[in-house]
């Protein structure tokens, strides 16, 4: 088994530093709200049926194409930020002249550590690494593996200035050869300006962990972007709860949020949004124009690949909410407003 896949273990320094964090307790990180992480062992052996019988079914009919990378778009300067999603939750992020890698993960499984593998709906994800820029700022909600991805970060360390991560995270990141000066851990609700944009770790209702023994030994959250022109939100991965409110109501509102939207099951509700809770979700967090991510990139959830984008359209048209969904590469601006019903071919 490759161990190094599971990064850096909490040492005794370690577990003192994350222990002055108030959200550090009985040595692991914990939800702001009472959340089960357990499925009922009765329940198990039909989670284990609905996960993986009739796997290719709930997969797209052929594999779905990434548009090559346009650098001159995506670089060129523009009074609004723009963005690249490359399925799942990778979002290349241009905003006040920055660019900012949220959630890399562009390898090919995302199961790396487990005897079958989880592929890929696209083909050639790392590669695509090579023809990036600069990455002014790599950022990660939390450690889980399609999310966190050794390949991808070997590949983006060469070309990676900064990175700003979920308390717990760095440890990961500096086993696998990470300068460690060059990595900002964030706490809840915690800030720090980065260049002209202010950055702030925002709560989920989710987990962690990279392996048997290593669960909540991480935090999990999104983040908040914030510059004297505009106001970017990425929910992260989470279930439904009380943070999204208090997420408008302290920072007024945004001009664009990416909602994690699939990946979801009854079994695990509280740990990932429904698609009608992320759009009800995006409303309780006063957004704007909203978009949903944590799909078209992987099945590792019971439901077809395209129901979550689905359910997201029904709900956002039903409340009138605005919303955008780009076809995987795309260079797009956030005030954009034209799409196409592009996984309908797949």
């Not at 049926?49 to 300067?77: A, C, H, T, W, Y």
């Not at 944009?197 to 990279?210: D, L």
Request: hydrophobic residues 40%; proline residues 5%; contains cysteine.
């Amino acid at each position: 088994m490759p161990f190094h896949q599971f990064g850096g273990k909490v040492t005794p320094d370690l577990e003192d530093h994350y222990s002055k964090s108030e959200n550090w307790k009985n040595g692991r990180f914990q939800n702001l709200q009472a959340t089960s992480m357990n499925i009922d062992l009765k329940d198990f052996p039909k989670v284990l049926v609905q996960q993986f019988k009739g796997r290719s079914s709930r997969q797209p009919n052929r594999q779905i194409p990434m548009e090559s990378f346009d650098q001159g778009k995506f670089l060129e300067g523009s009074s609004s930020a723009k963005f690249s999603w490359y399925g799942h939750s990778a979002i290349l992020l241009r905003m006040s002249g920055m660019t900012i890698f949220i959630d890399p993960m562009m390898g090919p499984d995302a199961s790396p550590i487990a005897p079958f593998q989880t592929k890929r709906f696209s083909d050639g994800t790392l590669d695509m690494i090579d023809d990036l820029p600069e990455i002014d700022l790599l950022m990660m909600t939390h450690d889980h593996y399609d999310h966190l991805d050794l390949e991808s970060i070997r590949k983006l360390k060469a070309k990676t200035k900064r990175y700003a991560v979920a308390l717990g995270v760095k440890r990961h990141l500096v086993k696998w050869g990470v300068d460690a000066d060059l990595i900002n851990e964030f706490d809840w609700w915690q800030d720090r300006m980065i260049g002209p944009i202010q950055v702030t770790f925002t709560p989920t209702r989710h987990f962690s962990g990279r392996g048997l023994t290593d669960r909540a030994q991480t935090l999990w959250g999104g983040w908040v972007f914030q510059s004297s022109e505009e106001s970017i939100w990425f929910s992260g991965d989470g279930g439904f709860g009380d943070h999204f409110e208090e997420i408008g109501r302290r920072f007024g509102g945004f001009d664009f949020a990416f909602m994690e939207c699939g990946q979801y099951n009854e079994h695990w509700r509280q740990l990932h949004l429904f698609p009608d809770e992320s759009v009800i979700a995006s409303q309780k967090g006063l957004a704007k124009k909203i978009m949903p991510v944590h799909w078209a990139g992987f099945t590792l959830a019971p439901h077809h690949w395209k129901e979550p984008v689905e359910h997201f359209v029904q709900k956002a048209r039903e409340l009138e909410v605005d919303f955008i969904i780009p076809q995987i590469g795309q260079v797009r601006s956030i005030l954009d407003t034209n799409w196409e019903e592009w996984w309908l071919e797949y």
